[in-house]
């Protein structure tokens, strides 16, 4: 006599156990596969006895279709599963969260108008030269006749150093060893870092650049320094400059001269950058002091020229619309980036 509910008992508590679809492949073959163990209980059938037929056929299909469904029920419960597990490990993502983003470098403002002008120069066949930071106090001030205990010392605070040497105070400091170098003719810029022991505000830092610019050679005139200056603040603003020149001092031109552009901002109308007054003070210039020749090698009888010494921070400030000058030095990458090019 067959058993046909121990049977589906124990094909259930088999089946409860099965954790995986390939293990539930084999159940399925071990029952009603080929030769599963419903499958050899239909082969009997024919061996059953004709009155006992049709209730053998009804418990053993009863059997088969039980397990079937239990098979179904275990497929549809693996397939649920895996679109529930997947759901669970999804990493849900919050769109609001701030990235973590590389902030991208970019030139600092002095480099790119530094690049400007010296491309500028280079093209009116000025030759670019390096100065140092550090100075002989000679080259700072004597070779460009400011002598000891001279007053023109005091319009520059200097930063001393221990063994007697300065960080430079203006770029005109590079002028001799330049002059020594090439000796006349000679057309050359040299931009640079400077040094004062300033007060601090929103144009003044002790750490500021300039472009130093000398033309040396027979019959140089101011017209030639009106027409460089002119040709190289047109090209630096995109547009048609004014120039004027005022009576400056320094000890180391004669004459010397305040160079003043007409306002790019208002073309000389008067607004806020130029103080209403439709010009600004811009760079202090000259024709070179025969002294300074002389401390330079070349003979001033023969040679003339000028020169001319850029604050070139301001002249950043300008293009880029900075209004403080220490931004320039503060890495402040965010003010830096957001400095809008003229
Ligand atoms: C000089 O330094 C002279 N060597 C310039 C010169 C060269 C004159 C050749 C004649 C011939 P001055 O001290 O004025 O000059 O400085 C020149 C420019 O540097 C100033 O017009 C200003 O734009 C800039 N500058 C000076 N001090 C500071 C500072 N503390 N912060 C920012 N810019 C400054």
């Not at 049709?54 to 649920?80: H, M, P, R, Y």
């Not at 830092?205 to 017209?223: A, L, Y």
Request: proline share 4%; net charge neutral; aromatic share 10%.
């Amino acid at each position: 006599m067959i058993d046909f509910d121990k049977i589906l008992k124990e094909a259930q508590e088999e089946l409860n156990n099965i954790t995986s679809i390939i293990d539930l492949n084999t159940f399925f073959q071990t029952y009603l596969g080929k030769a599963g163990k419903v499958t050899e209980l239909m082969k009997l059938m024919k061996e059953i006895p004709n009155e006992e037929k049709k209730n053998f056929g009804l418990a053993v299909n009863n059997l088969k279709q039980t397990i079937s469904q239990n098979i179904e029920d275990k497929e549809k419960f693996f397939a649920e599963k895996k679109i529930q597990d997947s759901i669970n490990n999804t990493k849900l993502i919050d769109l609001t969260v701030p990235t973590n983003k590389k902030i991208k470098g970019s030139l600092h403002p002095i480099t790119i108008v530094q690049e400007k002008v010296i491309n500028i120069f280079l093209s009116m066949g000025f030759t670019v030269e390096d100065g140092n930071e550090i100075e002989t106090e000679y080259n700072n001030f004597e070779a460009v006749n400011v002598p000891k205990n001279h007053p023109a010392r005091d319009m520059q605070d200097t930063f001393y150093l221990d063994n007697g040497q300065v960080l430079k105070t203006h770029t005109s400091a590079a002028q001799n060893r330049i002059m020594k170098k090439y000796g006349a003719p000679l057309k050359a810029i040299f931009p640079g870092r400077c040094f004062r022991n300033e007060e601090l505000d929103a144009s003044h830092e002790n750490t500021f650049f300039q472009i130093e610019g000398m033309m040396i050679d027979k019959n140089v005139s101011i017209s030639n320094l009106i027409y460089f200056m002119k040709e190289m603040l047109t090209q630096v603003f995109g547009k048609e400059i004014q120039v004027r020149l005022r009576p400056g001092f320094f000890p180391f031109v004669e004459p010397g001269f305040e160079l003043d552009i007409s306002c790019p901002y208002c073309n000389g109308k008067g607004c806020r950058v130029c103080k209403q007054g439709g010009w600004i003070e811009l760079c202090p210039c000259g024709m070179i002091h025969p002294n300074v020749l002389k401390m330079g090698g070349i003979n001033p009888d023969e040679y003339q020229g000028f020169a001319f010494g850029l604050g070139f921070s301001r002249l950043a400030m300008m293009n880029y619309d900075i209004t403080e000058i220490r931004l320039l030095n503060s890495g402040n990458i965010t003010a830096l980036s957001q400095a809008k090019i003229k």
